[in-house]
């Protein structure tokens, strides 16, 4: 049967992603390759368990796919155990709580406010703001963390979790201060590197694996995959607990999942053979060279900018104006969206700042000049509102 109200919808999708430009930090095109990967026969695949020890029949090629990937991954990221299991990176991080903390542990992350996430132990609403006692820790005037005052924070409250990771934040993180900081308490330390996974692989910014326990990450950022999360254990992390691996694989599978999306995983076999390329190197360059530029080209044209150090920046439009920033920008086929500006008194609703990045429009091969001319295009529109 052919549904044709889906195919027409998608076509229509196909066409808004072909036609705009597209600058959320978090969104990527990624390559046929990937995508043939994702559409396949593994979909119809059940696979509770790990390679070699499942609880269905029929796994042999699906075990080789899943190593493949664990073994690539390994490879690009440079940790000493992958799990590439996790759905996503919400069940990846509270896969990774659930590992190592008790209901009503302290847990540390930055504020949503501020560019942290949900999972970084939102208070209140979400599984670690609930199950865990939240501390959370902002940035400060210029967007940046003081990390002399995470330090004071960390050593009053002694968490026995921080999560070094963000989603709005426009400047290299300071993984060797966060370990040190979280070695002063005995804290498991968790990077969470979803936004910068590509930059990372790609050598355009610091790695954590030296500092800190855990690194998780989506895969469909800047890393350029499926979409999906990865869980992996670093030599340091190891070290304090030889078991540390066991506790994450066991997390993720019986504690929070079923059956894994293996046509997912699969993808992401293909993408980290994808990264693992010079090509993917200049292209990681190429998105903070072109971010740099975009930044530089909205400050010359008046514009306030957060950033940039990476591949976004947040960019001042005016008190509650973010979102009419970006109904505006899009009604002019830019796609970006309303964010939060630091220490921002507005609404999280009706924000008064924008978030762009430039990893998508980067893969479509744009470079600074584009992104110079875009900077213009974007102060007038913001300009009018
Ligand atoms: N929703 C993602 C983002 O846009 O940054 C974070 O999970």
Redesign the pocket.
């Given at each position: 049967m052919v549904d044709q109200q889906i195919r027409d919808l998608i076509k229509k999708e196909e066409e808004r992603q072909q036609n705009l430009v597209h600058l959320?930090?978090?969104?990527n095109f990624a390559s046929d390759e990937v995508r043939m990967a994702l559409g396949s026969c593994l979909t119809n695949k059940y696979a509770e368990g790990y390679p070699g020890r499942r609880y269905y029949q029929g796994n042999e090629f699906v075990d080789q796919i899943e190593n493949l990937a664990i073994e690539r991954g390994k490879k690009v990221l440079g940790v000493e155990h992958l799990n590439v299991q996790p759905y996503s990176?919400?069940p990846a991080n509270s896969a990774v709580q659930m590992a190592l903390l008790e209901q009503g542990d302290k847990i540390c992350g930055l504020k949503l406010s501020a560019g942290g996430?949900?999972t970084h132990g939102h208070p209140k609403i979400t599984f670690s703001g609930k199950f865990f006692e939240s501390v959370q820790y902002d940035v400060e005037e210029d967007g940046r963390i003081d990390y002399d005052k995470l330090e004071e924070l960390i050593l009053a409250e002694k968490p026995k979790m921080i999560m070094a990771g963000t989603?709005?934040y426009p400047y290299i993180l300071d993984f060797k201060r966060f370990g040190e900081i979280a070695d002063k308490v005995g804290a498991w330390l968790v990077a969470d590197i979803?936004?910068i996974a590509g930059l990372v692989v790609g050598g355009v910014h610091p790695s954590p694996n030296e500092y800190v326990h855990i690194v998780t990450s989506?895969t469909h950022?800047s890393l350029r995959g499926p979409r999906g999360a990865v869980i992996g254990v670093t030599k340091k992390g190891l070290e304090k607990d030889p078991e540390l691996a066991k506790k994450i694989d066991k997390a993720v599978f019986p504690g929070l999942q079923g059956g894994p999306h293996e046509n997912q995983i699969a993808a992401l076999a293909v993408a980290f053979g994808e990264c693992d390329t010079q090509e993917f190197k200049d292209y990681a360059a190429q998105i903070v060279k072109n971010a740099k530029a975009l930044a530089e080209s909205l400050r010359k044209n008046g514009l306030k900018v957060f950033g940039t150090e990476n591949h976004l920046m947040v960019v001042e439009v005016g008190f509650e104006k973010g979102k009419d920033a970006a109904v505006k920008l899009e009604e002019n086929g830019i796609v970006v969206?309303a964010n939060t500006i630091p220490h921002d008194t507005a609404s999280p609703f009706r924000p008064s700042g924008i978030?762009i990045g430039t990893p998508a429009m980067t893969t479509r091969g744009w470079k600074e000049k584009e992104f110079e001319e875009l900077g213009n295009k974007i102060a007038g529109i913001i300009k009018s509102i």
């Open positions: 959320i930090p978090s969104e990176g919400s996430h949900l989603t709005a979803s936004h989506t950022k969206n978030r």
